[in-house]
């Protein structure tokens, strides 16, 4: 063992006896105190802890009425009754698609080969992408 861990275990076994010391000391006080109090003052105190105390009759306590004043406010917001109408004007129901969109390509594809359109390795769009920045 090393002098650090035999110092730190002597100082815990004297805080052990220290502690045993004043507990020892508080249960033999209160053992000479029990001694010495005469018989008659020990009765009364068993008997005052065994009689029931009366019961408590609490009364309604009615508090003052509280007035608060309040300004009510306008919200800060402009409510419309309905949708502004528009120039465009209703398109009818049937016309509502999405195809002519979806099949155009956009502008920024148009420079690009059909060769990058197709699956292929890694290996070949590393070529193809090492002769196109050259």
């Known amino acids: 063992m090393t002098r650090h861990t035999t110092l730190h275990q002597n100082k815990i076994l004297i805080f052990n006896i220290l502690l045993l010391?004043?507990?020892?000391?508080?249960?033999?006080?209160?053992?000479?105190?029990?001694?010495?109090?005469?018989?008659?003052?020990?009765?009364?105190?068993?008997?005052?802890?065994?009689?029931?105390?009366?019961?408590?009759?609490y009364e309604e306590q009615i508090l003052e009425t509280i007035r608060i004043d309040a300004v009510v406010e306008k919200p800060s917001v402009t409510l419309i009754p309905k949708r502004a109408e528009t120039d465009v004007g209703q398109i009818p129901f049937g016309n509502r698609s999405f195809d002519k969109e979806l099949k155009s390509k956009p502008d920024f594809l148009s420079g690009y080969s059909k060769e990058l359109e197709s699956p292929k390795k890694a290996k070949k769009l590393k070529k193809l992408l090492a002769k196109e920045k050259k």
């Not at 000391?25 to 109090?37: D, E, G, M, N, W």
Request: glycine content about 2%; aromatic content about 8%; proline content about 8%.
């Open 21 to 57: 010391f004043l507990f020892g000391s508080v249960l033999f006080a209160q053992q000479q105190q029990a001694k010495t109090k005469p018989d008659s003052t020990r009765k009364a105190a068993t008997e005052d802890s065994v009689k029931t105390p009366a019961p408590v009759v």
